[in-house]
C-alpha cells in the first residue's frame, strides 16, 4: 500500500558530492519520519540521519558537518545532500518511511535501496 523510491546513487570520486532522493507514496494516512540507513557487505545496516514532520533532525557521527537531510512541504519526500564523500561512505543507501495508513498506530515501510560508491 506503501511504495518509498530512491534513487541518486552512483558513483563519485572520493571528495565528491551526491544528492539523494526519496519519495513515499499510496494510501498514506500521515508519514511521522523518514530516514536514510546504509549497509555495506558485510555489515550492519546503521541510521545515516533522520528527519520528523517538525523538522527535527539527528545525524550519524560519522557524517555530521558532511550530509544534510531535507523533506518538502508536504513531507512525503526526503533528500539526503551528501558532500565531502569518503570511501568509507559505500553502501546501499535505504530510505524509511514511518507512516500511518488510518488513525491505527503507525509502522515502517522501505525503499529497495540505492548504491552509493566512492572510489577513486
Known amino acids: 500500500q506503501v511504495q518509498v523510491v530512491e534513487s541518486g546513487g552512483g558513483l563519485v570520486q572520493p571528495g565528491g558530492s551526491l544528492r539523494l532522493s526519496c519519495v513515499a507514496s499510496g494510501r498514506i494516512y500521515l508519514i511521522k519520519s523518514m530516514g536514510w540507513y546504509r549497509q555495506d557487505l558485510g555489515k550492519e545496516r546503521e541510521l545515516v540521519a533522520a528527519?520528523?514532520?517538525?523538522?527535527?533532525?539527528n545525524y550519524a557521527d560519522a557524517v555530521k558537518g558532511r550530509f544534510a537531510i531535507s523533506r518538502n512541504n508536504a513531507k512525503d519526500t526526503v533528500f539526503l545532500q551528501m558532500n565531502s564523500l569518503k570511501p568509507e561512505d559505500t553502501a546501499v543507501y535505504y530510505c524509511?518511511?514511518?507512516?500511518?495508513?488510518?488513525?491505527?498506530?503507525?509502522?515502517?515501510?522501505w525503499g529497495q535501496g540505492t548504491q552509493v560508491t566512492v572510489s577513486s
Open positions: 524509511k518511511a514511518r507512516a500511518q495508513l488510518s488513525i491505527e498506530a503507525e509502522h515502517d515501510y
Open positions: 528527519i520528523t514532520s517538525d523538522d527535527s533532525t
